[in-house]
């Protein structure tokens, strides 16, 4: 199937690429590449959201946490947002019984609103959601 895009009045044909048959930290370099924030989204609430994207792409991704974070388990080797995790101490298998709490964490209730980014560090300045705390 071809695309197009119109870029100033000119059409050019995007590339196609096949997500299937690349490679698990290609996409994520990828995926990275789509918005300045997108790692913000996917480590501050995100992370079990990122796992099931990867396991709808890449067969047999198992969720591994911490309590806090999910990463994936692909072929041995573990992932997150970020690329490959190399240190997976406190890291367990995501227990069956433990997916109705995970599968609520969102970037929307950790995350209200980002307002501009630190002239410091880069990073965003975020608003939490205060009324969650009882503020």
Known sequence: MRRYHLIKNNWTRWKSINVHNMNILSFIEELNQTDRYIHHIYSKGGCYKFHILLS????????YTNGEHIITRYKGKYYDIFGEVDNQDGFRKLLDKEIPMVSKWSFHMNNLLVLKDCPHCDEPIILKNLTDEGV
């Open 56 to 63: 709808k792409m890449y067969k047999g991704c198992i969720p």
